[in-house]
């Protein structure tokens, strides 16, 4: 069974710094390219960050470029998403997840906020 367990998020005030973390389990974590993605209640999910699986390849949706950097550690089948300079615009429920996958985990909230 496919699982994403996310965490890490918060409150934070413009120009902070969060980490979220996603714990994935279920499936050969250390070949699948892992993405993140964030939702905002009325909006489109947003496409946020992706790493591939050997972590050599990255890429960012337009608005985070620059802001936020994916890493990931195979060895304990994790992913993380480090986000600085934090905008109010960044505020939503961040989920991770592979291309494949139907399976979506909780998510971990994010708002920023003054």
């Known amino acids: 069974q496919v699982q994403f367990v996310e965490s890490g998020g918060g409150l934070v005030q413009p120009g902070g710094s969060l980490r979220l973390s996603c714990v994935a389990s279920g499936f050969r974590f250390s070949s699948k390219t892992m993405y993140w993605y964030r939702q905002v209640p009325g909006k489109e999910g947003e496409f946020v960050a992706s790493?591939?699986?050997?972590?050599?390849?990255?890429a960012y949706g337009d608005s985070v470029q620059g802001r936020f950097t994916v890493s990931r550690d195979n060895a304990v089948n994790t992913v993380y998403l480090q986000m600085n300079s934090l905008k109010l615009g960044d505020s939503g429920v961040y989920y991770c997840?592979?291309?494949?996958?139907?399976?979506w985990g909780l998510g971990t909230e994010v708002t920023v906020s003054s």
């Open positions: 997840k592979t291309a494949s996958s139907d399976s």
């Open positions: 790493i591939s699986a050997n972590g050599v390849v990255t």
